[in-house]
C-alpha cells in the first residue's frame, strides 16, 4: 500500500508542484532553485496523482492549487485517503478566505499558503514544517506496535493453568 515507505536516503527531499499555473510553477522553482529542495511538477490533479502514486517514497510534501482544470485538492487527498502515511499536502490559493483555512485543516491538509505572488520566506518556512511533520509520520508509522494481549485477571490465568494440568 503506498505511504508505508520510509524516504530514500541520500536523495535531497521533493517537493511537488500541482497547478495549471506557468507562473506558480516558475516561481516556486525560483524559489526552491537556492534550498536542498528538488521540485517536481504536474499540471492537473490526474498527473498530480500519478506522480505521487510512482514516487511516493520521495515526494513528502505536496503543493497543490485549490482549483485544476480536473478536479481539486480534496480530489488528491481523498485519493490517499488510506495511506498509513500521505505526503504534506499543502493548498495554495490566491484568495483565501477563512472557510477555506478551515477546511483545508479540517480535510487533513497540513497548511493553506497564499500565492499571487508567492513570499519566499513563507513557502520554504511552511514546507519545512510539512517535511518536519511527514518525517515525524514516517517515524511514528515505522515503529511496531506490540498487539495488545487480552486482560488477564487472576481468574482468566488460572483457568489456563488448570486446563494445562498445573495447580495454582
Not at 35 to 62: C, Y
Not at 122 to 129: A, D, F, G, M, N
Amino acid at each position: 500500500m503506498p505511504g508505508n515507505l520510509a524516504p530514500v536516503p541520500g536523495n535531497p527531499p521533493s517537493v511537488l508542484l500541482v497547478s495549471p499555473r506557468v507562473e506558480d510553477h516558475n516561481s516556486l522553482k525560483n524559489i526552491f532553485s537556492s534550498s536542498r529542495w528538488h521540485v517536481q511538477g504536474a499540471w492537473t490533479a490526474s498527473d498530480g496523482l500519478k506522480m505521487i502514486h510512482r514516487n511516493h517514497s520521495e515526494i513528502p510534501v505536496v503543493i497543490c492549487e485549490q482549483r485544476l482544470p480536473d478536479g481539486d485538492w480534496k480530489l488528491l487527498m481523498a485519493a490517499m485517503d488510506d495511506w498509513a502515511v500521505r505526503p504534506s499536502v499543502i493548498v495554495c490559493s490566491r484568495l483565501a478566505d477563512e472557510r477555506l483555512w478551515v477546511e483545508v485543516l479540517n480535510l487533513g491538509a497540513f497548511d493553506l499558503l497564499l500565492c499571487a505572488p508567492f513570499v519566499p520566506e513563507e513557502v520554504l518556512r511552511v514546507t519545512e514544517s510539512a517535511w518536519s511533520a511527514w518525517k515525524s509520520a514516517v517515524r511514528l508509522n515505522a515503529v511496531p506496535r506490540k498487539a495488545p494481549g487480552p486482560a488477564r485477571s487472576p481468574a482468566y490465568s488460572g483457568a489456563i493453568a488448570l486446563a494445562a494440568g498445573s495447580r495454582v
